[in-house]
C-alpha cells in the first residue's frame, strides 16, 4: 500500500512541476496546489500505514493492536489549514493583479526585474 | 520565570488583538511604538538571564520533551531577539513619518506584529515542526505586507515574492517529513542525540538537500536568490527595510541552527558546499549591486552579497568562523535597516530613489550625510565601526583554518561594497543636483521622529565597533554553545 | 445565482447549520469536530446567505467585519493560556474543573475548551475574510 501512495505522491510532484512550469499564472497557482498536497502526503506516509488503527486508545487497557502513530495526522492537519490560508492569499493577489493589469501572462511580469 | 520565554511570542500576539478591537489609526502607531519598546525591554531581560544559566528551555503545556513542543532560548536565539528587537522598535517609529495616506496605520501594524510574531517565534522554537510554522506566520504577514498599497509593481513583485518563497516552503516541509520518516522526533535536541550515534546518518542527506535549498530560497543564496532583487523594491521604503533587515536572516539562522545542532555527519560535502555557495553568493551579489543606479536596487543586492559572508562562517566551521557569523550577521541586520532607512530620507528629500537624478545632498543636509556615512562605513568595513570586526574575524578564521579562496574572495567583494557604498555617496551627495523636475523639490528639514530610528541604529552600529572586544566574547560563547551543543541537548531533554 | 427556493431555505438553514456547528464544538475534545471543523461550517453557514442573495454588500449584521470575529477569538485563546500561569506550570498546561450540574455527573471545563472556541471564531473570522477578497469587485 505505502508503495502505490509513493507513487502517487511522485505523480503529484510531475503534475505540480508541469503545471509551475507553464506561462499562465492561475495554472502556476494550480501547481502550488497539487505540490502542496504531494507534500502533504508525503509527511502523512512518514510514519508508514497502518489501517483501520486508532491513534489513541483508552489508558491502561494494555491492548497489544497496532496503533497509529499521531503526530503526523496532526502535522499534516497543520499544514493543510497552513496551505489553505496560502492558497486562498494567492488567488486573491492573482484576482487583484488580474485587475490592475489585465494579464494572467507570467512572460508579461518583466518590470521588476533585473 | 520560565514563562518568560514565551513572551516574545505572546507580546505581539496580545497588540494584534488590540490592534483588532480598536481600530484608530492614531491609536495604532501608539501601540506599535509602546509594543516593540516592550519587546526591546523584554529580549533584553531574556537576554540577562540567559548569560546566568546558559540555556532555557520551557516545555509548552507540559508535555515531556520529545513529545510536547519546546521553546529554548539559548546564546544565539537571545542576541537575535535582542536585536531584531531593536530593529523592530526602529521600526515602528520610522513607519509613523514614512507610510503614505493610502496605506492605514492599523492595518499596517497588524501585520507587522504579526511578522514580529513569526520572526520571534522561529529564533525561540526547539521543535522543527513549530519552525514550519512560525516560518509561514512570518510569511503571510509578509505576504499582505509587501502588497499593501496595491500599486502595480508591487503586486507584481508581490506574485514573485510568493511564488518562489511558497515553493520553498513545500521542501521544508518535505524535508520535515522525509526527517520524521528517519528519526520518529522532530524536536531538534532530540534529533541531534539521535543523530550523534547513528551511523546510518548519512541518510538523512535527502532530508537535509531539501533543507538546504528551502533555507536558501529564505536567506536568498546563490542559485535562489532571485525574488528578493524583483520584490524588495517595490513597497514602501519601510516595509523593504523590516524585509531587509529581518527576513533573510531568519533562513541564515536557520542554517547555523541545523547544520550545527543535528545535520553534522558528512561535514566534508555539507562545508564544501555551503562555501562555494557563499563564495558565489558575495560576487553575484556584489558585481549586480556594482551595476545598478538605484538606490533599494543596489542595497537589494548587496544583502545577498553579505548573506554570502554569514555562510562563510557557517562553512569554515571552526568556533571563531562561528562566531564571526554571529557577529556579521547581527552587525548586518543592523546597518542594513539603517543603509534603507536612509535611502528613504533622501528619497524623501528628492522624490526618487534613482541616483542619477539626485545629488548635492551634502551641501543642503551634512546632517543626512553623516547618518548616511555611518551605516555605509559599517557596511565597507571601515575601522572603528561594527562592520570591520565583523569581516576581520570571518578572514582570519578563513586563514586560519586555510580556506584562501573563500578569503580571498570575500575580500574582493569588501572592495566591491566599498565600490557601491561611494558610488551612492557621490551621486546623491557630492555631485551637483541635475537641472531636471526634482531640482525644484524644496528641501524640507528632517522632523525628529524622522531620523531618530537610523541615529538609534547608527550610535549601535558604532557602539559595537568601540566595545567589539566585549560582544566578540559573546558571540564566542554562543559559537561555543553551538560546536557543543550537549548542554542545550541536555536542558531540553532532562529539564 | 438567483433562485427563490436557495434565497428562502438560506434564511432557516442557516441557523440550522450555525447550531451544527456549534456541536461539533462540543464534541470536538475526544470525538471528531472541534473548534477549527465547527469554526469553518459556521463560517460557511454565514456566507452561504450571501451567495443565495448574490450580495456581500448586503448590510448585515453578521457579515459586517469579520476582523472582530478574529479579535473574539484571538483574545479567548489569549485567555485560555492565562490559568496555567497562574497555577503555576508551563504555559498552555491544561487546567480542568468540574461544575456541578443536576442530573449529570458533573460537567468537565477546561482550557482547552475555551482554546477551542476561540478557534472556532478565529476561522469564522478568517473564513469570511477569504470569501470577502475574493468576492469583492472595484
Known amino acids: 500500500m505505502e508503495i502505490i501512495l509513493a507513487i502517487v505522491v511522485g505523480l503529484l510532484y510531475t503534475v505540480g512541476v508541469y503545471l509551475l512550469l507553464r506561462r499562465s499564472i492561475l495554472k502556476f497557482i494550480i501547481g502550488l496546489i497539487f505540490m502542496s498536497n504531494a507534500t502533504n502526503l508525503l509527511v502523512f506516509l512518514s510514519a508508514g500505514l497502518v489501517p483501520g488503527s486508532p491513534a489513541f486508545v483508552q489508558a491502561g487497557s494494555g491492548s ?47 518590470k521588476t526585474d533585473n | 520565570m520560565i514563562t518568560f520565554v514565551a513572551l516574545p511570542i505572546l507580546l505581539p500576539f496580545i497588540f494584534i488583538i488590540s490592534l483588532l478591537v ?120 509578509s505576504f499582505v505586507l509587501i502588497t499593501l498599497g496595491r500599486t502595480k509593481e508591487q503586486l507584481e513583485g508581490g506574485i514573485k515574492y510568493m511564488s518562489l518563497n511558497l515553493i520553498g516552503s513545500l521542501l521544508f516541509l518535505a524535508g520535515v517529513g522525509l526527517l520524521y520518516g528517519k528519526t520518529g522526533t522532530l524536536n531538534m535536541a532530540h534529533l541531534a542525540e539521535i543523530l550523534k550515534n547513528d551511523n546510518q546518518a548519512i541518510l538523512m542527506n535527502t532530508s537535509a538537500v531539501l533543507f538546504f535549498v528551502a533555507f536558501g530560497i529564505k536567506a536568498a543564496v546563490f542559485p535562489l536568490y532571485f525574488w528578493l532583487p524583483a520584490s524588495y523594491h517595490t513597497p514602501n521604503i519601510t516595509i523593504s527595510s523590516l524585509f531587509a533587515g529581518l527576513l533573510t536572516k531568519v533562513g541564515v539562522y536557520t542554517f547555523i541552527r541545523f547544520f550545527t545542532l543535528f545535520f553534522v555527519h558528512d561535514q566534508q560535502f555539507w562545508h564544501q558546499l555551503l562555501l562555494i555557495t557563499a563564495g558565489f553568493t558575495m560576487v553575484a ?95 565597507a568595513g571601515v575601522p572603528p565601526i561594527s562592520g570591520f ?50 531640482a525644484s523639490t524644496p528641501f524640507k528639514k528632517l522632523k525628529f521622529a524622522e531620523y531618530f530610528p537610523s541615529v538609534l541604529l547608527g550610535a549601535t552600529s558604532i557602539l559595537m565597533g568601540l566595545f567589539a572586544a566585549y560582544l566578540f566574547d559573546f558571540t564566542m560563547n554562543a559559537a561555543n554553545q553551538l560546536i557543543d551543543p550537549s548542554l542545550y541537548i541536555e536542558t531540553v531533554l532532562k529539564g | 445565482m438567483n433562485s427563490v ?40 453557514a454565514i456566507v452561504y446567505k450571501g451567495f443565495a442573495f448574490n450580495a456581500f454588500q448586503v448590510k448585515e449584521k453578521l457579515l459586517k467585519r469579520p476582523e472582530r470575529y478574529m479579535g473574539l477569538g484571538l483574545f479567548l485563546i489569549l485567555l485560555s493560556f492565562i490559568p496555567s500561569v497562574f497555577a503555576g506550570k508551563p504555559l498552555m498546561t491544561g487546567i480542568w474543573i468540574t461544575v456541578p450540574v443536576p442530573f449529570f455527573s458533573g460537567i468537565k471545563l477546561g482550557t482547552p475548551f475555551l482554546f477551542d472556541i476561540g478557534v472556532f471564531f478565529t476561522v469564522i473570522g478568517v473564513t469570511l475574510l477569504f470569501v470577502f477578497s475574493l468576492t469583492q469587485k472595484k
Open chain 2, 285 to 379: 551579489g556584489g558585481m549586480a549591486a556594482a551595476a545598478h543606479y538605484e538606490t533599494r536596487r543596489i542595497l537589494s543586492y548587496h544583502i545577498i552579497s553579505q548573506i554570502g559572508y554569514m555562510i562563510m562562517g557557517l562553512g569554515i566551521f571552526t568556533p571563531l568562523a562561528i562566531a564571526g557569523a554571529i557577529f556579521f550577521t547581527i552587525h548586518n541586520m543592523i546597518a542594513k535597516t539603517n543603509t534603507f532607512l536612509v535611502a528613504g530620507m533622501i528619497a524623501k528629500a528628492r522624490g526618487t530613489f534613482e541616483l542619477k537624478e539626485v545629488g548635492g545632498l551634502f551641501k543642503q543636509s551634512p546632517f543626512l550625510a553623516i547618518l548616511f556615512m555611518v551605516p555605509a562605513f559599517a557596511l
Open chain 2, 22 to 141: 480598536f481600530r484608530s489609526d492614531r491609536l495604532a502607531g501608539w501601540l506599535g511604538v509602546f509594543g516593540s519598546g516592550l519587546l526591546i525591554l523584554l529580549s533584553g531581560y531574556l537576554f540577562i538571564l540567559v548569560q546566568k544559566h546558559g540555556v532555557i528551555a520551557l516545555q509548552m503545556g507540559g508535555w515531556e520533551a520529545p513529545f510536547g513542543i519546546t521553546l529554548v532560548v539559548d546564546f544565539l536565539s537571545a542576541i537575535m531577539l535582542v536585536v531584531a528587537a531593536l530593529i523592530v522598535f526602529s521600526i515602528a517609529i520610522y513607519a509613523l513619518r514614512f507610510l503614505p495616506k493610502t496605506i492605514r496605520l492599523n492595518r499596517f501594524f497588524i501585520f507587522f506584529f504579526g511578522l514580529t510574531m513569526g520572526l520571534n517565534g522561529a529564533f525561540v522554537t526547539g521543535d522543527v515542526f513549530n519552525l514550519f510554522v512560525w516560518f509561514e506566520v512570518m510569511l503571510m504577514s
Open chain 1, 64 to 110: 497489544s493492536a497496532p496503533l497509529a502513530d499521531p503526530l503526523p495526522q496532526a502535522l499534516v492537519l497543520t499544514a493543510i489549514v497552513i496551505g489553505l490560508g496560502i492558497v486562498v492569499f494567492t488567488l486573491a493577489l492573482k484576482y487583484k493583479f488580474f485587475e490592475t493589469t489585465g494579464t494572467d501572462d507570467l512572460d508579461q511580469l518583466k
Open chain 3, 5 to 44: 427556493i436557495l434565497q428562502l431555505a438560506a434564511k432557516y438553514l442557516r441557523w440550522l447549520l450555525i447550531s451544527f456547528a456549534v456541536l461539533a464544538l462540543l464534541r470536538g475534545h475526544n470525538n471528531p469536530g472541534g473548534g477549527f471543523i465547527g469554526g469553518l461550517m459556521a463560517g460557511l
Open chain 2, 389 to 438: 570586526f565583523a569581516k576581520f574575524i570571518l578572514i582570519k578564521a578563513g586563514l586560519e583554518n586555510g580556506n584562501y579562496v573563500i578569503t580571498a574572495v570575500a575580500i574582493l567583494t569588501g572592495m566591491l561594497t566599498l565600490y557601491s557604498m561611494i558610488k551612492i555617496w557621490n551621486e546623491a551627495f557630492l555631485k551637483a543636483q541635475p537641472a531636471n523636475e526634482y
